[in-house]
């Protein structure tokens, strides 16, 4: 797999990133077909019950 720098990546329009400052912001919930087709929804759910 290979990395990309997350400027050239981009970000999906419900968060804000300012990458110089190390900061973002979600403006709002996403949907989940905006969503990477890479998430584990169910790994997340394990990690975040522990």
């Known amino acids: 797999?290979?990395?990309?720098?997350?400027?050239?990546?981009?970000?999906?329009?419900?968060?804000e990133v300012d990458v110089q400052a190390g900061k973002g912001v979600f403006k709002a919930y996403p949907q989940r077909a905006e969503l990477s087709p890479t998430l584990n929804e169910n790994l997340v759910v394990e990690l975040y019950s522990r």
């Open 1 to 15: 797999m290979k990395h990309w720098p997350v400027e050239q990546r981009g970000f999906p329009e419900w968060i």
